[in-house]
T-cell receptor, first 111, second 120 residues
Framework: GQQLNQSPQSMFIQEGEDVSMNCTSS?????WLWYKQDPGEGPVLLIA?????ELTSNGRLTAQFGITRKDSFLNISASIPSDVGIYFC???????????FGKGTKLSVKP | DARVTQTPRHKVTEMGQEVTMRCQPI?????VFWYRQTMMQGLELLAY????????DSGMPKDRFSAEMPDATLATLKIQPSEPRDSAVYFC??????????????????FGPGTRLTVL
């Protein structure tokens, strides 16, 4: 079945640093989504990407839908302590109609 | 403030007992998803409904799990009998399917807060 490879698995950074994480797949997706999950909560949608090459920002977050439609990245600029959490990428292909999730990137920010 | 709600938030039960988890999707959404999250497996899709009809439940152990949508405002996930390996956080998510020029397009999924299940 379809799989997403998300990296890195975890990151430990200093407050103020920029963060970059990405997802790759051998399959093509029509939509890429990035979610953040806080402890004890469900994933919350951060950014949705619908077109190959699309670059979208949401505050300090920027995500891109790869040209090949097989990858996406998420950047967080000037990280702050509340950025701590697990970030998930998810891909949606028209053939399946359901999301495939990456394993997540656990972000820790040191004040 | 439209949100997906799930009950209960926490459930501790003994092996062999029946467990029912409930989800109220966002009003107007026509897709509902059930996921299970564990440290080892991450987020796994269990079942997927569109317009209350089950489209995909291939991720769900059929012998003990069942998912239903009695009406558009309620989705249930039942485990009978429960086993310790079922301990996990179960998330419900809802979304909206759009039709554009004859093509069906899935929209983003919005997650509920989850039900943390512990089977002793």
């Amino acid at each position: 079945g379809q799989q997403l490879n998300q990296s890195p698995q975890s990151m430990f950074i200093q407050e103020g640093e920029d963060v970059s994480m990405n997802c790759t797949s051998s399959s093509i997706f029509n939509t890429w989504l990035w979610y953040k999950q806080d402890p004890g909560e469900g994933p919350v949608l951060l950014i949705a990407l619908y077109k190959a090459g699309e670059l979208t920002s949401n505050g300090r977050l920027t995500a891109q839908f790869g040209i090949t439609r097989k990858d996406s990245f998420l950047n967080i600029s000037a990280s702050i302590p509340s950025d701590v959490g697990i970030y998930f990428c998810a891909g949606l292909s028209g053939s399946q109609g359901n999301l495939i999730f990456g394993k997540g990137t656990k972000l820790s920010v040191k004040p | 403030d439209a949100r997906v709600t799930q009950t209960p938030r926490h459930k501790v039960t003994e092996m062999g007992q029946e467990v029912t988890m409930r989800c109220q999707p966002i009003l107007g959404h026509n897709t509902v998803f059930w996921y299970r999250q564990t440290m080892m497996q991450g987020l796994e899709l269990l079942a997927y409904f569109r317009n209350r009809a089950p489209l995909d439940d291939s991720g769900m152990p059929k012998d003990r799990f069942s998912a239903e949508m009695p009406d558009a405002t309620l989705a249930t996930l039942k485990i009978q009998p429960s086993e310790p390996r079922d301990s996990a956080v179960y998330f419900c998510a809802s979304g909206l399917v759009k039709k554009s020029g004859g093509a069906v397009e899935e929209d983003e999924q919005f997650f509920g807060p989850g039900t943390r299940l512990t089977v002793l």
